[in-house]
């Protein structure tokens, strides 16, 4: 017996957004396993934040093979979750996984093999008690392995019922280019590109979003705070349950170097009625092509405070101008 249901307004207040060309609707905030669902994190948070989630009409759960910690243990307490309270509202949702990044040791354990990807995509299934993933992403490009093999593998999973759709994360315009055309002479188009884009990641601005919008295909941001950068958290210094404060890939010099643009784009965002976080979704997720934004959370109250953000999506031109201009302003200084 269940003992979870799901709220009834769970679709009144979520925007849902069309991926691509596609047929596929995303929800305009989707959640991210990254942190704080891996086997070292508590279980019932993780609980509490997916069921929260889905009561707001998060639809979509962005995992990889590799998340947790440790590796794999992310897909185990989605998979659990599931099994506990999310199972009979399976077809409401979009499970999506990726391969790519080191996963076991070894020649076969990463990277863009065909070998590879086909055998992360059985174990991430397993880790999570699924038949198929809605979306298996290549999570990176493999400069030693033909693009050929490694869309073929994507091509492949799809074909075998294992996978709904096929994506890819982190690749450059020109790989991004000659992906979807090999996809595309395959017969499964590319569905969603995965990059990372934020007020202080801009590359995607430089030809990718352009080349998505004229090729039909979604666009998925992850990182759009900056690893927590774009909150409040560190407009007073590193905190010591921060995640710069512990190992991970933002580093305490980064959160000096950034703190007075942190400072700055925080009065914009108070002037708008927003935090700084929910400026920065709001910002990523304006009129621009992107479809959804990939948010992470450590507890609930960070999940219904990125919802919030949909509240207000419009940015004057004066605003965005001056977000330009604080960046760049930070930019020429010695």
Not at 159 to 178: D, P
Not at 293 to 320: D, K, Y
């Amino acid at each position: 017996m269940n003992l979870y249901e799901a709220s009834t307004e769970r679709y009144d207040t979520m925007a849902y957004r069309r991926c691509g060309r596609s047929g596929l609707l995303l929800p305009a905030i989707s959640l991210g396993l990254w942190h704080n669902f891996g086997g070292s994190s508590d279980f019932e948070n993780a609980r509490a934040m997916l069921r929260r989630s889905f009561d707001l009409g998060i639809t979509h759960f962005d995992l990889a093979n590799n998340y947790g910690p440790p590796a794999g243990s992310a897909e185990e307490t989605f998979g659990r979750i599931l099994k506990l309270d999310l199972g009979h509202y399976r077809d409401e949702i979009v499970v999506s996984t990726k391969a790519g990044y080191l996963m076991w040791p070894g020649p076969y354990g990463e990277w863009g093999s065909r070998k590879y990807l086909i055998a992360s995509l059985n174990q991430s299934l397993k880790r999570m008690g699924l038949d198929y993933v809605d979306i298996f992403y290549s999570h990176r490009p493999d400069v030693h392995t033909p693009m050929e093999e490694t869309m073929s593998a994507l091509d492949f999973a799809v074909r075998s019922g294992k996978a709904l759709y096929a994506g890819i994360s982190n690749y450059g315009v020109e790989q991004t280019h000659e992906a979807l055309r090999l996809l595309r002479e395959l017969g499964t188009p590319c569905l969603i590109h995965q990059p990372k884009y934020s007020i202080f990641q801009r590359g995607p601005e430089e030809g990718l979003l352009d080349l998505l919008r004229s090729e039909g295909v979604g666009s998925i941001a992850f990182s759009p705070l900056a690893q927590g950068l774009l909150t409040d958290r560190y407009r007073n210094g590193i905190g010591k349950d921060s995640r710069a404060a512990q190992a991970s890939f933002l580093k305490p010099a980064e959160v000096h170097e950034r703190r007075l643009e942190v400072l700055a784009l925080a009065e914009i965002a108070a002037a708008r009625g927003q935090s700084l976080a929910q400026m920065a979704v709001a910002w990523v997720l304006r009129e621009g092509g992107v479809t959804s934004a990939v948010t992470g959370a450590s507890h609930v109250r960070q999940i219904e405070e990125n919802v919030a953000a949909l509240r207000n999506l419009e940015f004057s031109s004066e605003e965005l101008q001056h977000i330009d201009s604080i960046l760049g302003k930070a930019a020429a200084q010695p």
